[in-house]
């Protein structure tokens, strides 16, 4: 019997070089003519809109140390076929990078929008930091998740798995990766070896890399995560990772798989439909911590800070949010914004309504004024009294809310009736 997880074999004609690419490759539309096709410019970080702008990243915390390797390499390969480059956000970056290996290239900007991927949230609970999020569509009762909706939108089956049986995730993860099947999988960061300046008690289980490379008899695999390195690590330890139990996102073995036998470019009603979900979410959010109402209501309870947090917690929630806003955290900066004024250049091309272009050059600009708060947030952090530097750090959001508004009633004006 099958295990569950495992997808049909026929989707894929294996080669020497990974697959027969050319007898099932899909013409993606191109965003701004050649470059974000080009692998050694499209992945570094941060690129607002252009060669101007291709600078190398500082390393980060979030960040895997690209000066070190962990262990020799020299008997672990990746998966013939398998892409080794530098991704944005480890959700579109991790998809993108099966898309790629199954011969169908996708940018991570076309992922996120297609995957009704952009929102923005304010989120503070009781023991967790507060948090600035601009992302949308996370899997959860409710909501199809970035990685389905945008398969849906480009022929490609999805499927997410999780369990809490050990067992049933270590033998289907053999299963798959014995096919030479790169496996998108959640696990939590904190237990992840590359990652080295990371505090001993940090975890976060809503982290997506790619398992893209197994050696049975050594017993590691090969780990894509947003650099360009690929990581070698102990099975054991990707078991830990996947099984992690640390709240408030512990990933329950979480793997994904992906049926490209009908992949198709997206429709242009496909496109339109996603950016009119985007918008909706932006202007008519179910609560108000969402959408332009969550950065007007960020603003009000970041002020607040002081009141609620103790001052650790308080230089520390600074840092966090300045990292989740900027590339660091994984946005391709700018809080997604820079993604997704991409992603408009690439909707107008296949919709053929270059107004979405002149959009997309609107929403790089705030993404720039989101640069502005990250900036100012970090050198909160860094400041001798923090709680001094929440008023001018958030002052430029009063104006971000307004452009965002503006900006999302303009696009939804866009959209076909």
């Known amino acids: 019997?099958?295990?569950?997880?495992?997808?049909?074999?026929?989707n894929r004609e294996?080669?020497?070089?990974?697959?027969?690419?050319?007898?099932?490759?899909?013409?993606?539309?191109?965003p701004v003519a050649h470059l974000l096709r080009d692998h050694q410019l499209a992945n570094l970080e941060p690129i607002r809109n252009g060669p101007d702008s291709l600078l190398e990243p500082p390393l980060h915390p979030l960040e895997p140390d690209l000066g070190?390797?962990?262990?020799?390499?020299?008997?672990?390969?990746?998966?013939?076929?398998?892409?080794?480059?530098?991704?944005?956000?480890?959700?579109?970056g991790s998809v993108k990078h099966i898309y790629d290996f199954h011969g169908h290239p996708i940018s991570e900007d076309l992922l996120l929008g297609l995957g009704r991927g952009l929102g923005f949230m304010y989120f503070h609970m009781k023991g967790i930091?507060?948090?600035?999020?601009?992302?949308?569509?996370?899997?959860?009762?409710?909501?199809?998740?970035?990685?389905?909706?945008?398969?849906?939108?480009?022929?490609?089956?999805?499927?997410?798995?999780?369990?809490?049986?050990?067992?049933?995730?270590?033998?289907?993860?053999?299963?798959?990766?014995?096919?030479?099947?790169?496996?998108?999988?959640?696990?939590?960061?904190?237990?992840?070896?590359?990652?080295?300046?990371?505090?001993?008690?940090?975890?976060?289980?809503?982290?997506?890399?790619?398992?893209?490379g197994?050696?049975?008899?050594?017993?590691?695999?090969?780990?894509?995560?947003?650099?360009?390195?690929?990581?070698?690590?102990?099975?054991?330890?990707?078991?830990?990772?996947?099984?992690?139990?640390?709240?408030?996102?512990p990933p329950h073995h979480k793997w994904y798989t992906f049926d490209f036998s009908a992949a198709r470019p997206p429709t242009p009603s496909e496109v339109w439909e996603a950016i009119d979900e985007v918008c909706r979410g932006m202007l008519e959010p179910p609560i108000s911590n969402f959408g332009v109402k969550g950065i007007r209501k960020?603003?009000?309870?970041?002020?607040?800070?002081?009141?609620?947090?103790?001052?650790?917690?308080?230089?520390?929630?600074?840092?966090?949010?300045?990292?989740?806003i900027d590339h660091r955290g994984g946005t391709g900066g700018g809080?997604?914004?820079?993604?997704?004024?991409?992603?408009?250049?690439?909707?107008?091309?296949?919709?053929?309504?270059?107004?979405?272009?002149?959009?997309?050059?609107q929403l790089l600009v705030i993404g720039?004024?989101?640069?502005?708060?990250?900036?100012?947030?970090?050198?909160?952090?860094?400041a001798d009294v923090p709680a001094d530097h929440l008023e001018s750090a958030t002052e430029p959001m009063y104006a971000i809310a307004d452009h965002e508004q503006e900006l999302w009633e303009n696009l939804t004006g866009a959209i076909p009736a």
Not at 14 to 30: E, I, L, M, Q, Y
Not at 301 to 324: G, H, I, K, S, Y
């Open 14 to 30: 294996r080669s020497s070089f990974g697959g027969n690419r050319d007898a099932c490759r899909t013409s993606w539309p191109s």
């Open 335 to 361: 809080i997604f914004r820079y993604m997704y004024g991409r992603f408009l250049g690439e909707a107008a091309q296949i919709t053929g309504d270059f107004r979405l272009a002149q959009l997309g050059e």
């Open 298 to 324: 960020a603003i009000v309870q970041t002020r607040r800070w002081p009141d609620v947090l103790d001052p650790e917690a308080l230089r520390r929630t600074c840092a966090n949010v300045a990292m989740f």
């Open 68 to 92: 070190r390797t962990e262990r020799s390499t020299t008997m672990l390969k990746p998966f013939p076929g398998f892409g080794e480059y530098r991704t944005h956000h480890c959700v579109t």
């Open 214 to 249: 197994y050696e049975p008899d050594t017993e590691e695999v090969l780990i894509a995560d947003r650099d360009k390195e690929l990581h070698p690590v102990d099975w054991a330890v990707l078991e830990k990772a996947r099984g992690s139990k640390y709240k408030p996102f």
């Open 1 to 10: 019997m099958p295990l569950a997880g495992l997808p049909p074999t026929k």
């Open 368 to 382: 720039d004024e989101w640069e502005v708060v990250a900036a100012a947030f970090a050198d909160a952090a860094r």
């Open 129 to 212: 930091d507060p948090f600035y999020g601009g992302r949308a569509n996370v899997e959860r009762p409710g909501e199809e998740g970035l990685e389905k909706t945008a398969g849906r939108r480009t022929g490609v089956a999805v499927e997410s798995f999780t369990t809490s049986s050990v067992r049933k995730a270590e033998e289907t993860m053999r299963a798959l990766l014995a096919r030479e099947e790169p496996v998108l999988v959640y696990l939590d960061m904190g237990f992840l070896p590359y990652f080295e300046d990371l505090p001993e008690d940090y975890h976060f289980g809503a982290h997506v890399v790619v398992v893209a």
